[in-house]
């Protein structure tokens, strides 16, 4: 848009204006709350849920880079610009696809997605320490609800419950190396954290802090609540909680690594550990999976073992942790898109693999758009995976960590194996019909298929014009 | 121009997908106008600038200027021959499948995919731009062996699928460390800038011979090289007749062109090093080829275990440095592209008759097809290597080059010598089992080749005879392109 145009229009959105994605949010969420009373019911609420975010998306991208708010309690930086964005565009197309499914009750879906999304944007955005854990908590909390939506279904209690404690837990622990921190640098501020003193107790301290954020963002050894929780869950429910709040919480991560770094000496090797232990655990563990979710939940512990790879890197500093910082948030984000995709396919044919069966028969469109999210996962060009990959991979080798990447490159082949059975199950697989009532097929419809459709084109178009994509992130 | 070339199977992919259920039929025709398009173009581009000096029809575009990827393409004397023998192979491959019924659409769509993904392979000039469409080659070859294989398909596809990627991502290190240590993803460029950086340091376990390690690692199993072949055998065995003939014909190509285009110019000191291990590996993979196709009882698995052999000769021309050895491993590339194409075709064929792949099933062909046995001993010939035939240039010029290797014992070139005769052992045997003798049940009323048929095996059957008969007529493309390699690796 040219500059005059934009400035007519009170665009980019500066000062309070910023929080417009949050009001319209905000309008998703309480009508998902009233939807009873309000017209079109559910479908009016997933519609809702759908404008608002679609809005909020375009609100975010809009945003003015380098507005403070509340006294620097949040600072939209280029890179919290891009991550609100993909996180409001994937609320939509979540949304998009609740109202062209079947699966009724919509409404108190909508309403959580619609506050894990305002929690997610703000994350993003967060500078300080108390906001941040508010906002955090905002992001991942619907999520346990949303893991037990069926609440009549044994199976989904049990996942909820579990994914809540350990979330509790984890949260009961990252404040409590919070508060060590609040008193080492005397503020709350990440101004303040910056310059603290390099101490034993600050390195205890944020370790803390980190293994609440590892927790949440299922990072070996603190994975093992995520496959149980997923596989109890409907999967287009943990299309939803398995993926916006980990792309806020990795933007968290990177970016309170970023200010740390220099007071806390050695995090890079912890966090280096725990990525390589994340990789080995989630693709060896992902290779006996029969289950969808629990695949997909395996597959989320190896991308925050790519992403943690990343995260250590911005830890070493120098001048390769910027990039490092823009190559987490890439690799997320590829993640998260192809995640959400191949989980709302499951959420159509059914939670195990065997499902997917015949996939390319029923529905050749969707078995194509499942091909997309597998090759981009495995890190095939020109798919955007590719080249999060190879980003990611070249700020490694620029770092010197060449064993690393060899490793992860044995790692991604080994994950190559497991994304390739679900191709494979929706290729050549039988089908079966189930007569499972809680398995039947929901009905296509024309909207849940554009949904994911959009996710599968994004692949390809972000894949393709990766260079713009990283500039709009960067600022450039 | 040669966008045009590399993208033009976009549009036949576009349409192929865009092609509503009831107009199936109509996807042979859009992939035979696209392909013969292709060919077209590529030929009459040949044909007009194929003999220029340096890299042809060059374009280069900034791409991705945050990790320096261009949009970089051109050609030369080793490229473009492979570039027109590729796009003929599709344009054959696509008459071949004529009568494929199942998904159509689909099928067709994806030997499209896969001529786009061969094209750029040969055509790109940036690291990064030329893995993204190795990779993309990867993707429609895995599709075409796991819907429209034999009885073992989906094995077979994943096999291929994991060999390949996993060599492919040890390039990618290697590419990328290329990167780290030159800041350049150019080709052209890194000729010089990497030689200069590493300051002829190639010895073992320097960081030279690594990356050379990581390049050999993704190009081995493409070749394939001993003991990286085992996938070979069964993606060649299980795939539908078209895309085994385009995995031999220009799939393996992919391998020695890398090595020739990336491993020697680019890592030269490091290539001195590996000299040997290349050549000792490329016998091997010429004897054991050569063996385990005597021991096969499966037609089309003999012929899938002579590419190893065959592939072998290309080896030990490129492990011998010399500009002698860079032309027979070029030589073998086309020719073997030419010859094996026509025996899978011909298998292919045999096997719409009998439906069987076994030889001791198939005997006394010559009887009841004599077109069918003309043009199989006719390609037999060819790949044994009889002189005036193509199969004979590429190989004598590596025995010739291992010989005058200062590098490569003379037992290679005696054992090369050997791998010939072998050739031609197994080969004549299996003529002897399968074409002569009384006609089995099998054979026994069988319609010889049509019309279609003959087309395909024709255009292969006279770029044979004129590669064999006058070498010059493949050797003026190449030999500028070896003589210059020679001089960058310092022989």
Known sequence: MHADVVSYLGLPLTGYWALTPAVLLLVALFWGLFANFLPGHDRGASAVGFVCSALAAVGSALTAPGTLLFGGRFFYTYDARFAATIICVLCALWCLWTLGSGIGRTREAIALAAASTIGATFAVAATDLIVLFLVVELASMPGYVLIGYRRFRMRGLEAALKYFLLSVLSTLIMLYGMSFLVGLSAGTTFDALREMPASPLGLFAFGMVLLGLFAKLSAAPFHWWAPDAYEGAEPWAVAFASVIPKIAITLVIVRMVFTMAASVPYTQLIIMVMAIGSLIVGAFAALAQKDTRRMMAYSGVVSAGFVLIAASLVGMGGSVAQEAFYAAILYVVASAIATMGVLLIAAHEGGRVSDLNGLSKRNPFLAGCLVVFTLSMIGVPPLFGFFAKLNLFMVAIAAGQVEVVVFAVII???????????????????????????????PYSGLATVSIGALALSLIVMGILFQPVMNWMLGA | MLSLIVFLPLVGVLLCALLPQRFDFAAKWIALVTTVANFGLAAWMFIAYGRGEGILLEKQILWIPQIDVYYHLGLDG????????????????????????????????????????????????????????????????FFLISQWGGLRR????????????????????????????????????????APAFFAGDGSLWSLQWWIFLAFFLGLAVKVPIF?????????????????????????????????????????PDAFQTWQLTLGILGVVSILYGAIVAFAQTDIKKLVAYSSVSHMGFAMVGIASGTAVGFNAAMAVNISHGLTTSMLFFLVGMIYERTKTLKIAELSGIAAQMPRFAGFFCFAAFASMGLPLLSGFVGEFLAVLAAWQSPVLPPIITILTGIGILCGGAYMLWLLQRSIFGNPSALVEGKKDLNLREISVLTPLAILVVVIGVYWHSLLQYTDPFALNLVKLIGG
Not at chain 2, 124 to 137: C, K, M, N, Q, T
Not at chain 2, 171 to 193: C, D, K, P, Q, Y
């Open chain 2, 227 to 267: 003991p990286l072949h085992t996938w070979l055998p069964d993606a060649h065995v299980q795939a539908p007749t078209a895309a085994s003939v385009l995995l031999a014909g220009v799939m393996l190509k992919m391998g020695t062109y890398a090595f020739l285009r990336i491993s020697v110019p680019i890592l």
């Open chain 2, 78 to 141: 080793l490229s473009f021959p492979l570039l027109v023998l590729s796009t003929l192979l599709f344009v054959l491959a696509v008459v071949a499948s004529w009568k494929i019924d199942i998904k159509p659409r689909l099928y067709f769509a994806m030997l499209l995919l896969l001529s786009l993904g061969l094209n750029g392979v040969f055509s790109a000039l940036d690291l990064v731009l030329f893995y993204v469409f190795w990779e993309i080659v990867l993707v429609p070859m």
């Open chain 2, 154 to 193: 989906r094995y077979a596809a994943m096999k291929f699928f994991l060999y390949t990627f996993l060599g492919s991502v040890f390039m990618l290190v290697g590419i990328v460390a290329l990167h780290h240590f030159t800041g350049s993803f150019n080709m052209i460029e890194l000729r010089e800038l």
């Open chain 1, 412 to 442: 991604a082949v080994v994950c190559a194996f497991y994304y390739l059975r679900l191709v494979r199950a929706a290729f050549f697989g039988e089908a079966v019909i189930d007569t499972d009532d809680d398995l039947a097929r929901s």
